[in-house]
């Protein structure tokens, strides 16, 4: 089992059913239109995308390690992250989630020039240290 688990705007269930996906129809880096073909081409079929073990979200989650769940406003992600941060605490797992407002998917890797990404980075490595015992 990790020690810890560090979640960057996660994939947590194979459902377009999130007010956010359909808002998110046609956003960029990362759109719902993205996603369908994305996991078009990862699944060997729709049935495949219901199993707990690539849709998380409908797993059984008692007994996982804490969590950082970070998520990017304008993402058709932010949903399933948020919704699995929730699912995470209701199963008693210590959740840290956030969600950076005005930035998009990818934001994350943009610690050079937005001031959110750095926060995030930040806040992960605070996350990641306090879980190792690193002072």
């Not at 960029?28 to 996991?39: A, Q």
């Not at 969600?99 to 992960?124: I, R, W």
């Amino acid at each position: 089992m990790p020690a810890y688990q560090l979640l960057v705007y996660p994939i947590t269930n194979y459902a377009f059913d999130t007010p956010l996906q359909q808002v998110n129809m046609d956003t960029s880096p990362l759109s719902t239109k993205n996603l369908v073909w994305y996991y078009g081409n990862y699944l060997n079929s729709a049935a495949d995308g219901a199993n707990p073990e690539f849709s998380i979200l409908r797993a059984n989650l008692k007994g996982l390690p804490p969590a950082t769940v970070t998520t990017a406003d304008d993402d058709p992600l932010r949903s399933e992250g948020a919704n699995f941060a929730a699912a995470l605490v209701n199963a008693g797992v210590t959740v840290d989630f956030r969600n950076y407002p005005g930035v998009t998917h990818e934001f994350f890797s943009m610690g050079a020039v937005l001031d959110e990404a750095k926060q995030a980075n930040q806040q992960a490595a605070t996350d990641l240290k306090k879980a190792f015992g690193i002072q």
